[in-house]
Protein backbone atom coordinates (compact mmCIF):
# COMPACT_ATOMS: atom_id res chain seq x y z
CA UNK A 1 0.00 0.00 0.00
CA UNK A 2 2.88 2.16 0.35
CA UNK A 3 4.40 3.44 -3.34
CA UNK A 4 7.90 4.66 -4.04
CA UNK A 5 8.70 5.97 -7.07
CA UNK A 6 12.51 6.99 -7.76
CA UNK A 7 13.85 9.66 -10.08
CA UNK A 8 17.43 11.63 -10.74
CA UNK A 9 19.27 8.52 -12.61
CA UNK A 10 21.04 9.13 -15.28
CA UNK A 11 24.33 9.25 -17.18
CA UNK A 12 27.44 10.38 -15.19
CA UNK A 13 31.12 10.58 -15.90
CA UNK A 14 33.68 9.32 -13.42
CA UNK A 15 33.89 11.91 -10.52
CA UNK A 16 31.15 13.21 -11.07
CA UNK A 17 27.97 13.71 -8.51
CA UNK A 18 24.18 12.75 -8.94
CA UNK A 19 21.45 12.85 -6.15
CA UNK A 20 18.65 10.67 -6.00
CA UNK A 21 14.94 11.42 -4.90
CA UNK A 22 12.17 9.09 -3.81
CA UNK A 23 8.42 9.83 -3.46
CA UNK A 24 6.57 8.27 -0.73
CA UNK A 25 2.56 8.25 -0.73
CA UNK A 26 -0.05 5.87 -0.25
CA UNK A 27 -1.48 4.00 2.97
CA UNK A 28 1.31 5.09 5.02
CA UNK A 29 1.19 4.28 8.96
CA UNK A 30 4.86 4.82 10.20
CA UNK A 31 7.59 4.63 8.80
CA UNK A 32 10.47 2.80 11.00
CA UNK A 33 13.25 2.73 8.47
CA UNK A 34 14.16 3.64 4.65
CA UNK A 35 16.95 2.57 2.93
CA UNK A 36 18.96 2.55 -0.48
CA UNK A 37 19.68 -0.17 -2.52
CA UNK A 38 21.22 -1.01 -5.67
CA UNK A 39 22.03 -3.84 -8.17
CA UNK A 40 24.57 -3.99 -10.80
CA UNK A 41 24.83 -6.33 -14.06
CA UNK A 42 25.74 -9.90 -12.97
CA UNK A 43 25.14 -9.20 -9.38
CA UNK A 44 22.99 -9.59 -6.52
CA UNK A 45 21.22 -6.20 -4.62
CA UNK A 46 23.24 -5.28 -2.04
CA UNK A 47 22.45 -2.35 0.28
CA UNK A 48 23.72 0.78 0.07
CA UNK A 49 22.46 3.01 3.09
CA UNK A 50 20.03 2.76 5.44
CA UNK A 51 18.37 5.15 7.94
CA UNK A 52 15.36 4.59 11.04
CA UNK A 53 12.87 7.61 10.45
CA UNK A 54 14.49 9.07 13.94
CA UNK A 55 18.54 9.31 11.72
CA UNK A 56 21.43 6.92 12.91
CA UNK A 57 22.30 6.40 9.25
CA UNK A 58 24.49 3.23 8.32
CA UNK A 59 26.34 2.88 4.96
CA UNK A 60 27.82 -0.23 3.10
CA UNK A 61 31.73 -0.39 2.85
CA UNK A 62 32.16 0.66 -0.33
CA UNK A 63 30.84 4.31 0.24
CA UNK A 64 33.55 5.65 1.41
CA UNK A 65 32.04 9.09 2.63
CA UNK A 66 30.86 9.33 -0.83
CA UNK A 67 27.34 8.83 -0.51
CA UNK A 68 24.85 10.78 1.97
CA UNK A 69 21.21 9.69 2.39
CA UNK A 70 18.20 12.14 4.09
CA UNK A 71 15.00 12.61 4.44
CA UNK A 72 12.86 15.59 4.26
CA UNK A 73 10.89 16.45 7.94
CA UNK A 74 7.27 14.94 6.97
CA UNK A 75 9.13 11.22 6.15
CA UNK A 76 7.81 11.36 2.59
CA UNK A 77 10.61 12.08 0.17
CA UNK A 78 14.29 9.78 0.39
CA UNK A 79 17.50 11.26 -1.01
CA UNK A 80 20.46 9.71 -1.95
CA UNK A 81 23.36 12.34 -2.65
CA UNK A 82 25.97 10.64 -4.46
CA UNK A 83 29.15 12.17 -5.01
CA UNK A 84 32.87 10.92 -6.63
CA UNK A 85 30.92 8.17 -8.92
CA UNK A 86 32.98 5.53 -10.52
CA UNK A 87 32.05 2.38 -12.88
CA UNK A 88 31.86 0.42 -9.94
CA UNK A 89 28.48 2.72 -8.89
CA UNK A 90 26.56 1.73 -12.02
CA UNK A 91 23.22 -0.10 -10.90
CA UNK A 92 19.57 0.06 -10.99
CA UNK A 93 19.11 1.77 -7.30
CA UNK A 94 16.16 1.08 -5.24
CA UNK A 95 14.54 3.07 -2.38
CA UNK A 96 12.86 1.03 0.33
CA UNK A 97 10.80 1.75 2.93
CA UNK A 98 9.48 -0.76 6.26
CA UNK A 99 6.09 0.50 7.60
CA UNK A 100 4.40 -0.53 10.48
CA UNK A 101 0.97 -1.21 11.00
CA UNK A 102 -0.06 -1.90 14.46
CA UNK A 103 2.54 -4.98 15.27
CA UNK A 104 3.28 -5.81 11.88
CA UNK A 105 6.09 -3.92 10.09
CA UNK A 106 6.26 -4.41 5.53
CA UNK A 107 8.86 -3.39 3.22
CA UNK A 108 8.20 -1.53 0.33
CA UNK A 109 10.19 -0.90 -2.59
CA UNK A 110 10.53 1.71 -5.79
CA UNK A 111 10.62 0.31 -9.50
CA UNK A 112 14.52 1.86 -9.63
CA UNK A 113 16.85 4.23 -11.65
CA UNK A 114 19.30 3.80 -13.24
CA UNK A 115 22.67 4.94 -12.89
CA UNK A 116 25.14 4.89 -15.27
CA UNK A 117 29.16 6.14 -14.49
CA UNK A 118 30.91 5.74 -17.88
CA UNK A 119 33.61 8.23 -20.03
Known amino acids: QVLLVESGGGLVHPGGSLTLSCRLSGDIFNIETFGWYRQAPGKEREFVAVMSSAGGPHYNGFVKGRFTISKDSDNMNLFLQMDSLNSEDTAVYYC?????????????WGQGTQVTVSS
Open 96 to 108: SAEDRKFDRVHAF
